[in-house]
């Protein structure tokens, strides 16, 4: 099934900070983080294993929790290059090596 | 980082015939491709997972006749879409992931954006 991902859009100013959050119904083994521009692949942000751990990459970081099968992507001090959609991509434990993609949050990041 | 890359980037085609897309990692050795679709305002959707040397595993409702998949060498992967129709037109994006040196990484190639006419 596929994770679900909040909240579908949103709109910032530059400089503001946003919060995507990604659930899953089952037990995860990893989760990646990418962002994707209209008319382009996906971008690899951060991989984050389970532990519970957190990363971080300059203003965007994120953490795992792997009891409650969550993971959230931190925007800070947006910048206009930060618009696109963002897209969480999961591996469940005993799953192949694969990645089933959340359903998307579209951000878009204005003057 | 790892560079993959696919071709064409982007190919029109008649009604009921085939289309091959390459997809190549260029800069390591992809042990396992996988093959997604997006289609317009939609996330990835996992079309099958590509392993050197042996059989693709295609995930449920995807159809191995019409999607043929060819994992020949360690940088090539390649998906062959049979008999295409109008609703087949999509974009397809492969990645690949270096399980070999133990990189949890997975690379995304340019995609391929495929109009069935």
């Known amino acids: 099934q596929q994770p679900v991902q909040s909240p579908q859009a949103v709109i910032l100013r530059e400089g503001e900070d946003a919060v995507i959050n990604c659930s899953s119904s089952k037990a995860l083994y990893s989760v990646h983080w990418y962002r994707q521009k209209h008319g382009e692949a996906p971008v690899f942000l951060m991989i984050l294993l389970k532990g519970g751990e957190q990363k971080g990459h300059e203003k965007i970081s994120a953490s795992f929790n792997e009891k409650k099968q969550q993971s959230s992507l931190y925007l800070t001090a947006s910048q206009l290059s930060y618009s696109g959609t963002y897209f969480c991509?999961?591996?469940?434990?005993?799953?192949?090596?694969?990645?089933?993609f959340g359903t998307g949050t579209q951000l878009k990041v204005e003057l | 980082g790892a560079v993959v890359s696919q071709h064409p980037s982007w190919v029109i085609c008649k009604s009921g015939t085939s289309v091959k897309i390459e997809c190549r990692s260029l800069?390591?050795?992809?042990?396992?491709m996988f093959w997604y679709r997006q289609f317009p305002k939609q996330s990835l959707m996992l079309m099958a997972t590509?392993?050197?040397?042996?059989?693709?595993?295609?995930e449920q409702g995807v159809e191995k006749d019409k999607f043929l998949i060819n994992h020949a060498s360690l940088t090539l992967s390649t998906l062959t879409v049979t008999s295409a129709h109008p609703e087949d037109s999509s974009f397809y994006i492969c990645?690949?992931?270096?399980?070999?040196?133990?990189?949890?990484?997975?690379?995304f190639g340019p995609g391929t954006r495929l109009t069935v006419t």
């Open positions: 590509s392993n050197e040397g042996s059989k693709a595993t295609y």
């Open positions: 800069d390591f050795q992809a042990t396992t």
């Open positions: 991509g999961t591996e469940i434990s005993g799953g192949g090596n694969k990645l089933t």
């Open positions: 990645s690949a992931r270096d399980l070999g040196q133990g990189y949890y990484e997975q690379y």
